[in-house]
């Protein structure tokens, strides 16, 4: 599982795909989540904009991401 850093309260969901390279633009990313794609938490999230936190767990394509605080 790897890690990714945030430094603020949140950061939004389609661009946790974007800076880990799951998906080539934010374009795509959006579309991943729209069609039920990725995982949060275990669960489906369609919501672009989701709001991610420090400890969540982000899945896309059999990769995990766990957001941790820096």
Do not use: F, H
């Amino acid at each position: 599982m790897k890690t990714l850093s945030i430094t603020g309260p949140y950061i939004e969901l389609y661009k946790i795909l974007k800076l880990e390279n799951l998906a080539a633009s934010g374009g795509e990313a959006k579309y991943l989540i729209g069609e039920g794609m990725v995982l949060v938490n275990g669960q489906v999230e369609t919501r672009k904009r989701r709001k991610t936190v420090a400890g969540d767990i982000v899945e896309y394509n059999g990769e995990q991401i766990m957001l941790i605080m820096c």
